[in-house]
């Protein structure tokens, strides 16, 4: 009523000009805005600011995660700048940066568009890119098996998995020929005037993208994985502020507390492990991370998991020393949530957190045998029945605490989950929840609560939630969402 009356005490010549501009505006800003979304399924990349917007959309969101920050942001933006057309025709890298960006672009608007119509913005100029890396296969290069490597994140994200799998044996074969697994030269810190510590770290952090693609492939099977951590002779990534400002300095090695042995011993620093960033702590959790899927695999040459000197016990151990030589910045609390969302890094800390409870799934799912259908699996006696209860006990939990940081992350942002494995959390997750309450219900010595039971179906409601809306940034969740809304029936 006041609002009425603050209006009709106006002239009319005031009201109206202004209501029509609001409305002129409105519509101009709406066909401008879906004549945007159009470009996105053209075979021409945008030009001008509109280009800027979708390489902003790829930086904010596929760089940040595993160890995908290779490209030097600062030197592409650079040539960018001072030579677009170049770029424009013939960089493949832009092409395949493009098709990523525009998919997060098209997802601040899902609302008006399908998780389909997402997932297919700027496939084609990953289709262009494509077509030009095998133009001259014989001429390879750091910025070829950068496209490759997005390619492969890009059509894993649309569910062309075939492509995927084949692009990721050419980025294993790319990081051979190109030497990436040893350090180019033994000036480590670039004293020289001729080395350059942009390249340096760019070449390491390609094949530690390569590494850990070759590793997410290979899922612990031999036949499958093409890079084994001997053969990586470089020290880790070093922490992303000094990549982006051409900082050389010394990190340690997959090893922890360990540097490259040829380095002289005036110049590694009291503390190495503190020119690290989140994607080196990351690569040490892959390398566990394979082990245990061996192990999983292989059951029936290993030890009783029981025994002190078990695979088993060792595997934990490495668990426990993981988690003791993390920096206070890369807990999950309250205080590096709302860091690392201010530098875009929440994504990659969401991942990182949810590897680990995942994979301790992974490790204690020898409890459940059933449930992940594990071919060779153990025996576990009668007298090992608290070993085998505590086994699924301990899966549960860290099944619960991968989707907790979920649902937490989601709460923040969807694209907090971008990174392609999350639906397959989600998935298990629910899968270990579920079967979890039913052989609780089964005990009769069972103490959980009423109260209890409510959350956990809770919990398996946020992961449904995040499987649906994950679909529009990765194909396989719609498929994780239909298997576990059939487990969950």
Partial sequence: MRNSISIASKPVSEEVPNSFEWYVSAVIHRSIFKADLARLYTSEIPKSERLYILIEEYFANIHPLRCNGFVHKPSFMQQLDEHPESCRQSESLLHVICALGAKFFALNNNSQLSPEAVLKAGNQWARMAKAQIFVDMDDLSLEKLMTTILLYEHDLRIGSYASAFILSSMTARMSQVLQLNLENSADVLCTKPEASPINTETRRRLMWSCYLLDSWVGSGVNQLTWLEDRDLKIQLPCHSHNFSLGISCITETMDHGKVLSFIPNDQVPPEPSQNMGIEAYFIRLVSIRKKVLRYVKHLDTAKPPWQADSEFSLLCSEFNSWRRALPPNLLWNPSAIYARKESSQLGALTLLWCTFYQTLVDLYRIGMPVLFRIQKQFTFPPEQKLFLEQCQKVCFENARKASTILSEALRHGLKNLADTWLCIIAHDGT???????????????????????????????????????????????????????????
């Avoid at 005990?443 to 946020?462: D, F, K, N, P, T």
């Avoid at 939630?465 to 940034?473: A, F, N, Y």
């Fill in 431 to 489: 899968k270990v929840i579920l079967y979890y309450l039913k052989l609780q219900e089964a005990a009769s010595s069972s103490s959980m609560s009423q109260r209890e039971r409510g959350e956990l179906i809770a919990l398996v409601q946020s992961n449904l939630q995040v499987l649906l809306q994950m679909r529009s940034m990765v194909k396989t969740a719609e498929h994780c969402l239909s298997v576990t809304r059939i487990t969950g029936s």
